[in-house]
């Protein structure tokens, strides 16, 4: 009996750890970040106006009919964005004519620096299908709650400065519910299905 109630409390705990990891615990620079049960908001029930390298306002309503990937991030990042932006042109790349079909959208966290037209400039290094937005701070905020994520700006030596962020790829399916959450340099064998599952 006692070794069938211990089965039974590994199997529990299995379980748990399986949903959270399923649910999301993304990365941050230097640790995890625990969602605490707190998952994005479904794309339909986000508000802010945002705008892209080629300076079009975009709201997220406008991703709705499409799958969409999202990350977060700054065009002065020295590790974390250019590593995951060359991950997701590795993923696109792997998906072929799919890709196509979903939103992919860089959200700059550091709007001070990334104007439309850096974004523009940066985003040339990457795959063409990646869409880059800036804007109001206040609008960056309004959207880094509704995904839940978090960032913050980190003095730097000099008097610069650098940002600390989310740095999960965000996976919402076309009707616009959060689907998954792809980490921080995730193996592309892992990767890559979790993506085709939200395009349909």
């Not at 709201?59 to 002065?76: A, I, K, N, S, Y």
């Not at 399916?173 to 921080?184: H, Q, V």
Request: overall charge negative; charged content about 20%; aromatic content about 10%.
């Amino acid at each position: 009996m006692r070794s069938a109630t211990l089965l039974r409390g590994v199997a529990m705990a299995g379980a748990a750890v399986v949903f959270m990891l399923s649910v999301g615990w993304w990365q941050t620079r230097d640790r995890a970040q625990d969602a605490a049960g707190v998952l994005p908001l479904s794309i339909d029930r986000m508000s802010f106006t945002l705008m892209d390298q080629n300076g079009k306002t975009v709201e997220p309503q406008d991703w709705l009919g499409r799958p969409t990937m999202v990350f977060f991030g700054f065009t002065w990042c020295p590790d974390i964005c250019p590593t995951t932006l060359s991950d997701i042109s590795g993923w696109l790349e792997a998906l072929g004519p799919q890709a196509d079909q979903m939103n992919t959208v860089l959200i700059s966290v550091d709007p001070e620096r990334d104007t439309p037209e850096v974004l523009d400039d940066y985003l040339s290094n990457f795959d063409p299908r990646i869409t880059g937005l800036t804007g109001p701070l206040p609008q960056i905020e309004a959207a880094a709650e509704g995904f839940r994520a978090t960032y913050r700006k980190v003095p730097a030596e000099e008097g610069d400065y650098t940002m600390d962020h989310t740095a999960g790829v965000f996976l919402f399916d076309a009707d616009g519910r959060f689907a998954n959450i792809i980490d921080y340099h995730e193996d592309p064998r892992y990767a890559v299905p979790k993506i085709t599952r939200i395009i349909k």
